[in-house]
């Protein structure tokens, strides 16, 4: 990161419980929510009676959407700000199967054992990365499952662009100062845990690309670009969306 572009960001804590204060949880989720979400409860199944954690669960809708499925749902997050706020959400609306717990990921054995997880755009926050797989590797049930929608690191080219061209001259440099997209080094990490594997429920990189160096402008054509190579199945594994997908099938 630039001198620049750190500068002109708040520190991450500072930065996502500004978010959330300022945040209201969502009473439905938009299309690009309940696609995540439904491709997660094809993957898990019936969660009615199960305890599930939602990981990073930020404002919380997440957590609510799945609590109506009659989930017994964890939602955990470092964000103090963030947790109270959905604890008061849920005692004001009676909803009693939502236990927000403040706590980073790599606690994630102080809240018992636990039938599925589910993040979105969290799991390339954490650090150091391995001792949470070992530790969610302890935590989940046995024959229990992991559902994670992330950014990826695969593309070296947008990771150059990332590294050298965000957040200088006129393009932006959006997001938490600290992260860093999902690496394929951290997918084989899990890999050596879990019965893993990615899938790709879209082609986003060109609309991506061209959205930073055109000011948006040229946006729709880099759409037309990912729905071609989409459609054609080339280069998904080069898709900046991906879907992380766990199984705990025996300890080890």
Known sequence: ???????????????????????EIPLELDAGAEGIIARALAFFGDVAGKTV??????????????????????????SEVAIERLRDFCRRNSIANVTPVCASALEIEKVGKFDFIFGTMILHHIEPFEDFAR?????????????????????????WGREHVAGRLWIPKFGDPDEYPLTPQEVDCLKRYFRAHVEYPE???????????????LVELGAAIDR??????????????QDVLLENAAVR
Not at 5 to 22: F, N, T
Request: aromatic letters at 14%; a positive charge; proline letters at 2%.
């Open 203 to 217: 082609m986003y990189l060109f609309q991506l690309v061209l959205a930073y160096l055109s000011r948006n402008k």
């Open 135 to 159: 530790a969610l590797k302890r935590a989940l049930n046995v024959g229990g499952k992991g559902f994670f929608h992330e950014n990826s690191a695969m593309s070296r080219l947008m990771m």
């Open 228 to 241: 071609f190579l989409y459609r054609k199945r080339l280069f998904l594994k080069y898709s900046y969306r």
């Open 53 to 78: 954690v939602d990981l990073g669960c930020g404002r919380g809708e997440y957590s609510i959407y799945l609590a109506r499925r009659s989930a017994k749902v964890i939602a955990l997050d470092t």
């Open 1 to 23: 990161m630039n001198a620049m572009a750190s500068m002109s960001q708040p520190p991450a804590a500072e930065l996502w419980d500004g978010i959330y204060a300022r945040s």
